[in-house]
């Protein structure tokens, strides 16, 4: 791996750079789609790609119930499995399991909790973690923590960060590939000082790259900038950046500020879905009524495959009202389109120091969505 950093702000953290994986070059700051199961759903691999996609993010945990980290291996990994040649991401599935998991489940060991396919009691530990992201041969792995629920008390928060920080250095004495990166992760939910522990102690363990987890939970979300900030502070600049779970457009342009790198969020192919489309001119209800003879296609700025292949507002109405699954392909590609056009918006303010004059673009669409 190979991280260089293009561009710097004159002020602040915000940066631009390119992330050399083992299966392609990423330009930063970078969005990645969720592809938890192996796939964006209804979207096949080119149509992703073509959406300007440099990097997905898979989860571990999902692959490990099916069909199983062997299957994909058998297969020739997880890049030939499901047709994606470029970079990807893995997750550890951390947040997936710590919700099936009841409270006295958690141990020093790891975490045991019933696999939701088949009733099956499963005990997942750093090390299992990292042996299911080796077989699956993703460019990038993160490694097993403890999500902390919001709000917390601080007594469990900083348990839960000293556990997180014992499971990292199992992590990586667990962890060898010839090509895959495992990150650290950053946790200490609200508490700055927190937050300041975790990025020290994991960086001085001489993570690649790192994550910032427990963020985007239900926190106010002042309390998740300064939080960033703080674990910010002590990682260093060198070494990319992954907000996890992180992922409105306003959030995305202030945390790119903040000198973040990767962002993954389900929030574009999630309201595609239930048939929130994101445009610069606005957000669209592609339900409503006013759509039902409209012509037009979602955004005439827009050269998406939904867009530029000529599909109007009143086809896309109808299909999403039928519940037709060409619905979910449509309006997903779109909504991913939009972000990684965002992305490449907030890479060229970064390079000409005018992310301010866009985020105030950004947060006047943030108001247009919430009128």
């Known amino acids: 791996m190979r991280f260089e950093i293009a561009d710097q702000a004159r002020e ?36 992703v790609a073509a959406a300007g996609v440099q990097i997905l993010v898979s989860n571990a945990y999902h692959l490990h119930l099916r069909p199983g980290e062997r299957v994909v291996a058998e297969c020739g990994g997880l890049h030939r499995f499901m047709g994606w040649s470029r970079p990807i991401l893995t997750d550890s599935g951390g947040f997936q399991v710590f919700s099936l998991a009841d409270s006295n489940a958690i141990t020093e060991e790891g975490v045991t909790f019933r696999s939701p396919v088949d009733g099956q009691k499963i005990l997942l530990t750093p090390e299992l973690s990292a042996q299911i992201q080796m077989a699956l041969g993703s460019d990038i792995a993160m490694p097993l923590d403890e999500c902390c629920a919001c709000p917390a008390e601080r007594e469990y928060v900083e348990r839960s960060l000293e556990r997180t920080l014992r499971w990292a250095e199992r992590s990586l004495a667990a962890h060898a590939h010839s ?21 020290r102690e994991t960086a001085a363990m001489g993570f690649p790259g790192f994550g910032i987890g427990g963020l985007s939970v239900g926190e106010d979300r002042w309390d998740m900038l300064l939080s960033l900030r703080a674990a910010q502070s002590h990682l260093p600049e060198e070494r990319p950046v992954h907000l996890m779970g992180v992922g409105t457009p306003l959030d995305i342009v202030d945390c790119a500020a903040e000198g973040v790198d990767l962002f993954d969020c389900v929030l574009p192919t999630r309201n595609a879905r239930h048939g929130s489309v994101m445009t610069w001119e606005g957000p669209i209800r592609i339900a409503a009524a006013e759509h039902e003879t409209d012509t037009r296609p979602l955004s005439r700025e827009c050269d998406c495959p939904t867009c530029a292949g000529g599909f109007e507002r009143a086809y896309l109405r109808h299909l999403h009202r039928t519940k037709e699954p060409l619905s979910w392909q449509l309006l997903s590609l779109h909504n991913v389109r939009f972000y990684t056009q965002l992305l490449a918006r907030v890479r060229e303010a970064i390079a000409a120091d005018a992310l301010a004059d866009l985020r105030g673009e950004v947060s006047a669409w943030s108001e247009r969505d919430r009128a």
Do not use: K, N, W
């Not at 495992?182 to 937050?195: K, P, S």
């Open 12 to 47: 602040g953290r915000a940066r631009t750079g390119t992330l050399t994986l083992e299966h392609g070059v990423v330009h930063t700051p970078a969005y990645m789609p969720c592809a938890s199961r192996a796939a964006i759903r209804a979207c096949p691999p080119d149509a």
């Open 179 to 199: 090509y895959q990166q495992l990150f650290g992760i950053v946790q200490g939910g609200v508490f700055a000082d927190l937050r300041e522990r975790s990025a």
